[in-house]
């Protein structure tokens, strides 16, 4: 499955057949500023309602491993995120079905774990594909992570969010094809390897969250940006909300 980069013409479309596309091209042009919204923390966004479990704390995850020594080294890191972002994940919640409850995986993301989740992404490229040219290894794991050194990551802003949603009734994840970080395309939002049922569940999160204001990423169906680069291209404005945050 390919995805195409958006021209200035798919502005024109409604946000749902945008999605299909690429902004990131149109993201470089982009000038950044920040307004100094500060960060909302892990114990406001579960007392609004929301499920707190980051990669870090899930076992095997490729990106969870690569926060592990920030982590060691900064006890009070916590899953945070602007709060712009965190009025409009409130703003989503209440498009949601009733019994769906967001799940938060990741928020702010500090520069060097962002290093650090690229080279692991290049690592894992390498073990699977020992045959491709590091040039593809490094093009493969840029589809998935922001590489610093040419763009302005989403999550180093705190303007992106990764999220899963379970069922409230059965405490059991909504079935959208794959969990978040799956490295292949059938983590695309649109992606025609999953079932017309996970095609409708992601479809009813990406509604919900365009509704909200937020921009997705058509590589992950669970990854949405507010404030920063991407947002800016995908609604069409000159500049940003949010700038790299340096901690």
Known sequence: MTIRDATPDDLQLDPVRRSKFSF????GIVTGQD?????????????AGFLVAPFWETPG???GVCYASYVAEHPGFELSVREGVFSRLKDASRQLPRNWQIVLKAGFRPYEVQIAVLDAFIHASHMRHPDWSDARHLMQARTFVADPRIVCPPHVTGGAVDIDVKDKRTGEYIDMG????????????????VTPEQHQNRMMLLRAMLAAGFAP???EWWHYQYGETYWAAFYGHQTTLYDLIKV
């Not at 990131?24 to 993201?27: I, P």
């Open 178 to 193: 794959c969990p978040p970080n799956t490295d292949s395309e059938i983590s695309y939002l649109h992606s025609d390897l």
């Open 61 to 63: 995850d490729t990106e």
């Open 35 to 47: 307004n100094d919204e500060s960060l909302v923390g892990t114990e406001a966004l579960l007392d």
């Open 24 to 27: 990131q091209d149109m993201a």
């Open 217 to 219: 990423n058509p590589h």
